[in-house]
């Protein structure tokens, strides 16, 4: 299990490079937006696997559970600076919807520090046993939220 969900990521991250290669011939800004939406992707995939344990979607597989959230941390550590470039918000860039506050209130490294810290706790917690995870997804939740109501624009 845990060599398919890694393989997933290896195969998604390639398609997402792929997709950067060529549309960063046409537009930076554009290329940009691809790859943090990619990166998001990536998130979306490792958490849907410890949600579903947690929800009880899923049975609940150590090996799994801390393959993904090994990679929730592999991906929260890598520099995102490529693609979290000014100028690409919501308005300025088709298919986006973060907001520009983003680049100007300060707050984002907060967010990231947040996320980085609830991250290493579900890394801690994952392979230790439902209630453990159950524990620990409730941090990484509300940190995506948190980001997510202050810095992406809804869908309303």
Known sequence: MTRIIRLSVLVAAGIAVAGIASAQSNDPLAAAVKARQSHMQLYSANLAVLGGMAQGRMDYDAEAAQAAADNLAALASMSQRFYWVPGSHAGAVEGT????????????????EAFSAAVAGMQDAAGGGLDALRAAIGPVGASCGSCHENYRQSNN
């Open 97 to 112: 919807r973060a907001l520009e506050v983003i680049w100007t209130d300060g707050g984002i490294g907060a967010e990231a």
